[in-house]
């Protein structure tokens, strides 16, 4: 069975970009490196159980380690599918985000231009697409991922929460 089109074989993302992130993202801090090591267990229980679509909304932070992590397990579990949820074309920018959209399964571009809600519509696709969430929240009302779990929850979907330290 093809992973794309099946829901309940999908998880989704969500998580702060840097500013929200423990030490702002440092990467090198044994804050952000608990939560990564915490993001792939949570990944690798989520394939585990039988997940094969991930979907990344392509946000800088969580959103951009997420699919990195997913892409890891690839040379593992070889039918794991990555697709990247542009919100519109032109979004992001990096070496990071590009090797992203080099090695996803499929880039969905929601929007040939930035308007604004485009980012919400992005997060409604995450949450429609998927059975599963997996989290990192901090601040959940004022933040794209605070209403990504709040759609998460009314929709029914399975999520996990991942706590930092």
């Known amino acids: ?37 915490d993001m792939s267990r949570a990944i ?27 892409l890891s397990f690839r040379e593992i579990y070889p039918r794991v599918f990555l697709e990247c949820a542009v919100p519109y074309r032109g979004h992001g920018r990096g070496s990071l985000y590009r090797e992203i ?7 969905t571009v929601l929007s040939e231009q930035y308007y604004d809600g ?16 997996i989290a990192y929240c901090v601040q959940e009302h004022g933040s794209g991922t605070g209403y990504t779990l709040r759609l998460a929850q009314k929709h029914g979907l399975d999520i996990i929460k991942i706590n930092a330290l």
Not at 14 to 37: D, F, I, Q
Not at 101 to 107: G, N, P
Not at 118 to 133: D, G, I, M, P, T
Request: one cysteine or more; aromatic letters at 10%.
């Open 1 to 37: 069975m093809n992973p794309f089109i099946f829901k309940g074989r999908t998880a989704a993302f969500t998580g702060h970009r840097p500013g929200l992130l423990p030490c702002n993202g440092e990467e090198s801090s044994p804050a952000v490196k608990r939560l990564k090591y």
């Open 44 to 70: 690798h229980k989520a394939i585990e159980q039988g997940y094969l679509r991930f979907i990344t909304g392509m946000a800088p932070g969580f959103d951009l380690w997420a699919a990195q992590a997913v």
């Open 101 to 107: 959209l080099e090695h996803a399964d499929r880039i």
């Open 118 to 133: 485009c980012l919400l519509a992005r997060n409604r696709y995450l949450v429609e697409q998927s059975s599963l969430l």
